[in-house]
């Protein structure tokens, strides 16, 4: 299957309008809701119900099994046309030819991680300020992650960025930017009008009962904030 993301651009050749409809709904993975199911079961049930992009994120699997999760997760996306990126394991990502990677400020640097992945992978930051979201956009950043922008119980870390920090964020950069964090179906509108193209979520997808109707939903909302 063709992935069609290339375009020349400086420190990346990926094709950032494509990039910017790809994020509209970015499910995060979580296996703390596998009950009987397998993440394999989940993720498609996601794709089926609307969402355009997955981040496999994986902060306990020892690399072998964290390997099969991914090579199998990727041809699944491939067979939705989605995007399947790698949270913040570089070297994983590049090894099994992931469409792209995700870090955060306290991983690698960006420049770093474009360097290894070379300039035709989709290479996401995570940032809370204007100055660190220039900054990885400098560094080669072809999107960017913003939050957490309401209170997140997946992320207890997670600095809370404000509507205002967002909207000055998106008008900073010429990359594409998503809002993570806290983010469900009750309070998506509220993001209308802060410049982002898309969010991303976790547990709104993954807790969620009926994983395909809570993404249909969440899909739904989404196009209705972005218009």
């Not at 499910?27 to 355009?52: C, I, P």
């Not at 008008?171 to 982002?196: C, F, K, M, R, T």
Request: proline share 1%; charged share 30%; hydrophobic share 40%.
């Amino acid at each position: 299957m063709e992935i069609h993301w290339r375009k020349e651009q400086s420190m990346s050749c990926v094709n950032r309008e494509q990039l910017r409809k790809d994020l509209l709904l970015y499910a995060v993975t979580d296996r703390s809701w596998l009950g009987n199911e397998t993440l394999y079961e989940q993720v498609e049930k996601a794709l089926k119900g609307g969402a355009t992009f997955i981040q496999l994120r994986e902060k306990e699997l020892d690399e072998e099994h964290f390997m099969e999760e991914a090579v199998a997760l990727k041809e699944l996306c491939h067979k939705y046309h989605v995007p399947f990126v790698i949270n913040d394991n570089v070297r994983i990502a590049k090894d099994m030819d992931a469409d792209g990677v995700h870090v955060g400020q306290s991983d690698m640097e960006a420049d770093d991680v474009r360097k290894i992945l070379g300039e035709d992978k989709i290479l996401g930051v995570s940032a809370q300020t204007v100055e660190q979201a220039v900054l990885a956009e400098k560094m080669g950043a072809d999107y960017l992650g913003v939050g957490a922008v309401f209170s997140t119980s997946t992320k207890k870390d997670a600095a809370d960025v404000s509507k205002e920090t967002l909207k000055a964020i998106c008008e900073a950069v010429n990359i594409p930017v998503i809002a993570i964090g806290g983010i469900g179906a009750d309070n998506i509108l509220s993001l209308q009008g802060s410049g982002i193209c898309g969010i991303a979520v976790v547990s709104a997808i993954f807790a969620a009962k009926d994983i395909e109707a809570a993404t249909k939903v969440l899909k739904d909302r989404t196009e209705k904030m972005l218009k």
